[in-house]
């Protein structure tokens, strides 16, 4: 019988994983978001690494963190053994029993299109339970966390919905509104996440007096929504995520002639050797939803 490798007992896999998630991107902060924890979480389970191990497995520096010599030599190792554990997993789940779809998305995506689609979506998984997770980063899918991904690109999965720039108002603001210098005497309403969108569309257009930087900045896009159907101001919208506001007239499309293309909404998948059966019919069922 071959001999196998010694295994430490007992393994600290939530520390290995934190560590491992930190060391791949350079940021205590973007493995936090791949794994949904906090920053302070991720940074408590390497120190208990790192006290396990008895060696230093980051230099923290203001800039932010490098590894050291130790965890370099260990990062490949953990990776290749990670990425093992969650194609295991994936194969596993592929059994036919009641099972979980975790689903990440981009937060506003998450909000304004995917969430009217779960109802149906569940309805073509009836054997799974879907959980949707929003993480401001696309997390990357051969580690395994989530299932199936939704956010904007200009390259990868299948497209889902396309997408555009377009000034939104509500009906009473529209009203006033005939060409793109009428801007310059509205409030205009601004997504931290896209804040370059506005200096995006008056340059593709060449409006000329209207601030692209000025009026209300908003940290979530489902809030700068709200505020645009209160009449607030006017909204640089993304047609993928307001299409139901649109029709239902809600929000009006200022200058439907003058739309400027933006990164469609592509379905993120994992590497063909993990799909299983059930994550392959929710991907599907997500593209017909």
């Keep these: 019988m071959p001999l196998t490798p010694p295994r430490p007992a007992p393994v600290p896999l939530t520390a290995l994983r934190a560590f491992e998630a930190a060391a791949r991107h350079g940021s205590f902060q973007r493995a936090a978001d791949e794994l949904g924890v906090s920053a302070g979480a991720v940074a408590q389970q390497i120190k208990k690494l790192e006290d396990w191990t008895g060696g230093t497995l980051f230099q923290r520096k ?67 339970d879907i959980s ?96 645009c159907m209160a009449g607030d101001g006017v909204l640089i919208g993304h047609s993928a995520l307001l299409a139901h506001h649109i029709g239902d007239g809600r929000l009006v499309n200022l200058f439907p002639d003058l739309a400027v293309p933006a990164a469609p909404l592509r379905l993120v998948l994992p590497p063909q050797a993990g799909l299983s059966p059930l994550v392959a019919r929710a991907a599907e069922a997500l593209a017909n939803a």
């Design 62 to 128: 203001a800039q932010g963190v490098r590894l050291t010599e130790q965890g370099a030599r260990a990062l490949p190792l953990l990776s290749q053994g990670f990425d093992l554990l969650g194609t295991a997993a994936r194969t596993l789940r592929g059994v036919p029993s009641r099972a979980q779809i975790r689903i990440a998305a981009l937060p506003a995506v998450a909000q304004l299109w995917l969430s009217p689609r779960l109802t149906a979506l569940g309805r073509a998984l009836l054997d799974a």
């Design 132 to 227: 949707l997770h929003a993480l401001d980063t696309c997390p990357d899918p051969a580690r395994g966390v989530y299932d199936l991904g939704v956010y904007p690109g200009d390259a990868g999965g299948p497209v889902l919905a396309s997408n555009s720039l377009i000034p939104v108002a509500s009906p009473d603001l529209a009203s006033g509104i005939r060409q793109p210098k009428n801007l310059a005497q509205m409030p205009l309403i601004h997504d931290t996440a896209w804040r370059h969108d506005w200096q995006r569309w008056l340059g593709a257009h060449a409006v000329t007096g209207v601030g692209a930087d000025r009026g209300a900045m908003h940290s979530l896009y489902s809030i700068a929504v709200e505020r």
